[in-house]
């Protein structure tokens, strides 16, 4: 067994998810488990070099963990033949010029979502990594949740029967700021002009979901809302939230499947987790969070009578049976990231290219236009150009 060594550009891991999620729980434990697996038995072990515009910053996350590569110059990053692939958990706004660089030096690419703002940007640089022959790659964490695992899990057994709706809870009350309690999500996201807005941020998520779970996504009726106006950012600044804060999206899926999603950072959490799914069948129905899944059997449904003049006799939550944990998951991230890295040395199937990511920006510019103008917005499928 060899122990084979690859170079990892990473940018943006000074923020919150590429720190915590793409570094620690990924990279880093990576090398700590000794590398990923190959096919022919060899090791193969993420080298990481940290890229950002702030030296000192990256410098300090860099001696946290006992990493050594650090530099503010990606060209010459990019230059170094040693250097793989390039990953982005940035902004937003940059990604697009950041991963054309990259693809243009002929390194392979993986990113956060979304890939970018319009859905030209994301054709674009799709073209771009499929024209330069780069394996390409875009983060779908949510697929390998074990709660959403575990709705697969019960769709490939037959559980379901025929599915009929799906039914989604996203979102938790990020405080406003201004009154004792610090807001948890950081002031960008509200802010239009840096990208901000849930749809943008979300509907990317719920496309992959959607897509690869229950059908293809044939249109949408979405309602966007700024239901806080005004927030306090990390100065302890007053500023315009201008970004919508909330999307209310319904989704019609390939089958007849009717899918219906709420997102939003202004509401209070009386469910299960931060958010629910729930698939409901012909045969049975299912709701799941990040971890857990729950199920009920048409043989076991109860059978409730509507009543409004007494207490309602049946504890619902009673009636539901959990799944067990039948495998070990690990970190969705660090998963996926196993996936990709032999993916681009042992050339084995993936699915969630940048021309999969571009399926989740043209859903967002599709929602925003059904916002725009209230009305149903098909959703066409979109081919190579």
């Given at each position: 067994?060899?122990?084979?060594?690859?170079?990892?550009?990473?940018?943006?891991?000074?923020?919150?998810?590429?720190?915590?999620?793409?570094?620690v729980?990924?990279?880093?434990?990576?090398?700590?488990?000794g590398?990923?697996?190959?096919?022919?038995g060899?090791?193969?072990?993420?080298?990481?070099?940290?890229?950002?515009?702030?030296?000192?910053?990256?410098?300090?996350?860099?001696?946290?963990?006992?990493?050594?590569?650090t530099?503010?110059?990606?060209?010459?990053?990019?230059?170094?033949?040693?250097?793989t692939?390039?990953?982005?958990?940035?902004?937003?706004?940059?990604?697009?010029?950041?991963?054309?660089?990259?693809?243009?030096?002929?390194?392979?690419?993986?990113?956060?979502?979304?890939?970018?703002?319009?859905?030209?940007?994301?054709l674009?640089?799709?073209?771009?990594a499929?024209?330069r022959?780069v394996?390409?790659?875009v983060?779908?964490?949510?697929?390998?949740?074990?709660?959403l695992?575990?709705?697969?899990?019960?769709?490939?057994?037959?559980?379901?029967?025929?599915?009929?709706?799906?039914?989604?809870?996203?979102g938790?009350?990020?405080?406003?700021?201004?009154?004792?309690?610090?807001?948890?999500r950081?002031?960008?996201?509200?802010r239009k002009?840096e990208?901000?807005?849930?749809?943008l941020?979300?509907?990317?998520?719920?496309?992959?979901?959607?897509?690869?779970?229950?059908?293809?996504?044939?249109a949408?009726?979405?309602?966007?809302?700024?239901h806080?106006?005004?927030r306090?950012d990390?100065?302890?600044?007053?500023?315009?939230?201008?970004?919508?804060?909330?999307?209310?999206?319904t989704?019609?899926?390939?089958g007849?499947v009717?899918?219906?999603?709420?997102?939003s950072?202004?509401?209070?959490?009386?469910?299960?987790?931060?958010v629910?799914?729930?698939?409901d069948?012909?045969?049975?129905s299912?709701?799941?969070g990040?971890?857990?899944?729950?199920?009920?059997?048409?043989?076991?449904?109860?059978?409730?009578?509507?009543?409004?003049?007494?207490?309602?006799?049946?504890?619902?939550?009673?009636?539901?049976?959990?799944?067990?944990?039948?495998?070990?998951?690990?970190n969705?991230?660090k998963?996926q990231?196993?996936?990709?890295l032999?993916?681009?040395?042992?050339?084995?199937?993936?699915?969630?290219?940048?021309?999969?990511?571009?399926?989740?920006?043209?859903?967002?510019?599709?929602?925003?236009k059904?916002?725009?103008?209230?009305?149903?917005?098909?959703?066409?499928?979109?081919?190579?150009?």
């Open positions: 067994m060899v122990t084979k060594p690859i170079g990892i550009i990473m940018h943006g891991i000074t923020g919150r998810m590429g720190y915590n999620q793409h570094l729980r990924s990279i880093l434990a990576i090398r700590e488990q590398g990923v697996l190959l096919a022919n060899d090791r193969l072990m993420p080298d990481p070099i940290l890229v950002g515009r702030n030296a000192e910053k990256i410098a300090d996350v860099a001696r946290k963990h006992g990493l050594t590569k530099t503010t110059d990606l060209d010459s990053a990019l230059a170094d033949p040693h250097n692939i390039f990953f982005d958990a940035g902004s937003t706004q940059m990604r697009v010029s950041l991963l054309e660089r990259a693809i243009a030096a002929g390194k392979h690419v993986y990113c956060e979502k979304p890939i970018s703002e319009t859905l030209d940007e994301a674009s640089v799709a073209d771009s499929e024209r022959g394996k390409n790659g983060v779908q964490d949510k697929l390998y949740l074990p709660g695992r575990k709705i697969a899990m019960l769709r490939d057994s037959g559980f379901f029967g025929k599915i009929l709706s799906v039914r989604g809870e996203f938790y009350w990020v405080f406003e700021g201004d009154w004792g309690v610090k807001a948890q950081p002031s960008w996201n509200y002009a990208g901000g807005g849930m749809i941020d979300m509907l990317p998520h719920w496309r992959y979901v959607l897509d690869n779970l229950f059908g293809e996504v044939k949408v009726s979405c309602y966007g809302a700024t806080i106006p005004s306090v990390e100065n302890g600044k007053t500023y315009v939230a201008d970004a919508d804060d909330a999307a209310y999206a989704f019609e899926l390939d007849g009717v899918a219906q999603i709420n997102s950072w202004a509401v209070r959490v009386r469910r299960d987790d931060l629910t799914f729930q698939v069948g012909t045969h049975g299912a709701v799941c990040l971890m857990r899944c729950w199920t009920q059997h048409r043989v076991n449904t109860p059978k409730p009578v509507w009543n409004p003049d007494q207490p309602q006799p049946i504890n619902f939550f009673e009636t539901w049976d959990e799944v067990p944990d039948t495998q070990a998951f690990d969705g991230f998963a990231w196993e996936d990709f032999r993916h681009v040395v042992d050339d084995t199937p993936w699915k969630f290219t940048l021309r999969e990511g571009a399926k989740g920006v043209q859903l967002a510019e599709l929602a925003q059904s916002w725009a103008e209230r009305r149903w917005v098909d959703v066409p499928s979109l081919s190579a150009r």
